[in-house]
């Protein structure tokens, strides 16, 4: 999906300024809604014309564009003939806010820039639509729910971006490997002690397992940033009856709640035993020394989300895993780490502008309601399947396959779909009790800092300063556990989290009693 890495802050006052004169001349010359009385509940009577924003980033040269790609002729021709709108589809390379090119649907990742348009009544409010149309869009608001038709931080009752439904659920799952639990004749394990007991027998018969590369063996896989990378591991310590209020104060990061420091010292227990890898602080995510271990079958478990086995066709890991090792390679997803109460937790944590692309409908739009009834086709479960099977198996010749197209409806995958180890993964992920009471909690960019009276530069010491208390606190010789600790903890607090406490407490009311979500 295409994620702009640009302008994660509001743009300048001169460049703003300028934004806000071009919408304000451009809707001036346009009637926003133009399409009342028009659309019969199947078809409009006459053709209307929208544009579409399309991800356009490849990294090959190819014939086709997004208006060529099998998936965009499929999606044009289908949608004229079913609804009668023309769909244009518009290159994101060519999004220009500052000079007005914004196509009638958009997306957009940055939350505070969206903020900043609507504000500047750059930003239809589609919440009459929605409530005047409801029977005509009842495929879109079924897909995405109440919690993606995201509300007005002024005004609930108003509505100004859509978050697309994922595919593949948030939640992590453990992955381990199927086949040297059965060499081993261990059951999968589902429990924390369970899968203590598995990786502890991995170490112990590295030798069989991997005969000459024993000393590669790694039995639980993490990375620099374990409160990522063994994020359901962390997950399972947190007290899911947490009172709002401390929530809130330390919602910036879970590792200031109650029950985390057990976690660091469990797994500084297993650094210890042997059971993580030695160098996990030089092992950056998502490189080659991340996934390279795991594909040339070292590595017994580790956690990730459900797709990330069997995602990208070709290149996908399981079937690097398999050339290296064999078909008989197997991992399979489990729910290993369970809470006081016995059940398996992910903390939601996908905050107001961290998550995927808004959809949004810019103030030069002159059919919204096109736009609509276009955004329902797309999400209609008949349509999402169709489009899922275009072109899907020949990207390397067309790139601009269906997730491109499917924009409420992300991380659509075939492949995923028709696997079984895939579909279990997914199912897993599904099974697990999401706690989504911490995206009230509005996190802050490090350059918050820079409106803070401190004595040291807290912008540029917060960011790396969880990854690095946690690291170092797992990595401390076991003895020295509580001492290394305690520092590491006072370090972290004076790299800003002090600070974050400080506002947020004094914020309490403003966010959490009176519902006003502005980030600060």
């Not at 490849?58 to 002729?73: G, L, M, P």
């Not at 009638?104 to 750059?122: F, Q, S």
Request: charge should be negative; glycine fraction near 4%; proline fraction near 4%.
């Amino acid at each position: 999906m295409f994620k702009s890495r640009e302008n994660r802050f509001p743009f300048s006052l001169i460049r703003l300024t300028a934004f806000m004169l071009v919408i304000s001349i451009a809707v001036s010359f346009c009637s926003c809604d133009n399409s009342k009385g028009t659309f019969d509940g199947k078809r409009f009577d006459t053709t209307r014309h929208i544009t579409v924003l399309v991800d356009s980033n490849v990294d090959f040269q190819s014939r086709y564009d997004v208006n060529t790609s099998e998936t965009a002729k499929y999606i044009h021709d289908t949608v004229l003939t079913q609804l009668n709108i023309d769909v244009t589809f518009v290159e994101s390379q060519k999004l220009n806010f500052e000079n007005g090119v914004a196509p009638d649907i958009t997306l957009y990742e940055n939350y505070n820039v969206i903020t900043t348009y609507y504000r500047m009544k750059g930003v239809i409010n589609i919440a009459p639509y929605l409530k005047d149309n409801a029977e005509n869009l009842k495929d879109l608001i079924g897909l995405l729910g109440a919690d993606l038709i995201s509300p007005g931080i002024e005004d609930p009752q108003e509505v100004w971006y859509l978050t697309p439904r994922e595919f593949v659920p948030n939640a992590r799952v453990t992955f381990i490997r199927k086949d040297w639990l059965d060499k081993l004749g261990l059951k999968e394990p589902h429990t924390r002690e369970e899968f203590y007991k598995c990786i502890v027998a991995f170490r112990d018969n590295a030798d069989k397992l991997l005969g000459s590369s024993a000393d590669q063996l790694i039995p639980f896989f993490i990375d620099s940033e374990p409160n990522v990378s063994a994020k359901p591991f962390f997950d399972s310590f947190l007290d899911t009856a947490i009172d709002d209020m401390s929530l809130y104060n330390h919602g910036y990061c879970r590792v200031a709640q109650a029950g985390y420091k057990d976690g660091i010292k469990v797994l500084n227990d297993w650094y210890n035993k042997g059971l993580l890898p030695k160098d996990f602080q030089n092992i950056r995510p998502d490189t080659k020394e991340s996934y390279e271990p795991i594909e040339k079958g070292f590595v017994g478990a580790f956690c990730a989300k459900a797709d990330y086995l069997y995602a990208n066709g070709d290149n996908a890991h399981i079937k690097a895993i398999r050339e290296n090792c064999g078909e008989d390679a197997q991992y399979i997803a489990v729910n290993t780490f369970e809470d006081a109460n016995g059940k398996y937790n992910y903390w939601n944590e996908d905050y107001l502008y961290e998550s995927l692309n808004k959809i949004f409908i810019p103030a030069t739009c002159k059919d919204p309601l096109a736009c609509l009834i276009y955004l329902n086709w797309i999400s209609k479960s008949e349509n999402i399947n169709k489009i899922s099977t275009i072109n899907n198996g020949d990207s390397k010749e067309d790139p601009f396959t269906s997730d491109r197209y499917l924009i409420t409806f992300h991380g659509i995958n075939a492949d995923i779909a028709e696997g079984t180890d895939a579909e279990t993964a997914i199912n897993t992920a599904s099974k697990v009790n999401y706690i989504d009471k911490i995206n009230k909690c509005v996190r802050y960019w490090p350059t918050a800092f820079e409106y803070t009276h401190t004595e040291e530069n807290i912008s540029e010491l917060y960011p790396g300063s969880v990854e690095r208390f946690v690291s170092n606190s797992i990595a401390c010789p076991a003895a020295e556990f509580e001492s290394s600790y305690k520092e590491q903890f006072e370090i972290y607090k004076k790299c800003g989290a002090n600070t974050l406490f400080k506002i947020r407490y004094e914020e309490w009311d403003k966010v959490m009693v009176h519902g006003n979500l502005e980030p600060w």
